[in-house]
C-alpha cells in the first residue's frame, strides 16, 4: 500500500505513517512497533526521507510558484515535516526574498496599471502576502514594481500647479 502511494508521490515520514496506519488486512492493522519498523526500513533504503522531501518541495515552491520563506514553511509544516528539518533546509535558501517578491510583482505590475494606485498597491501586496512574503518586503517590491511600471505615465486625478 505505502509503494503504491510512493509511486504517484513523494511522501514525508509522518504522511507514510498515517497511510500505514489506515491499512488494513482481513481485519486486522498494524501496531506502532510494526508501523516504526516499515518505516525504518524505507527510510533506510531511500524511500522516505524529510529532507530530501523538504528541499524538493522548497526548489519546486520557489522555481514554480515564487513563494517566500513564509509559504515555504508553512507548506513543509503541513506535510507533516518537523520544525528542525525544515529550518535546516530553508537555511539552504539564498536570503533573496526580496528579489523574489520583485520579479513576482514586475509579472502582476502591468496588468494592475490600469487601476487607481492605492488599489493596485493593495492587490499586488495581497498577491506577495498569500506568497509568503512578509510586509515589508511586500510593500517594498510592490512599490517598486508600479513605479516601473507607471513611470512616464501621465498621473491620473488633479494637479494643483501654482502660479505667480
Known sequence: ????????????????????????REGVRLDSAQIDDVLDEFGRRGYLDDGVLAEQLIT??????????????RALAQRGISRDVIDSALSELPDDDEA???EFARTKATSLARLEHDTALRRLMGQLARRGYNGSVAMSAAKTALAEVTRGRPSSGVRFVESD
Open 1 to 24: 500500500m505505502l509503494v503504491r502511494k510512493l509511486r504517484t508521490r513523494s511522501l514525508s515520514i509522518s504522511e507514510a505513517r498515517l497511510v500505514l496506519r489506515g491499512f488494513e
Open 60 to 73: 519546486a515552491g520557489v522555481e514554480r510558484k515564487g513563494q517566500g520563506r513564509v509559504a515555504l514553511s
Open 100 to 102: 523574489r517578491a520583485l
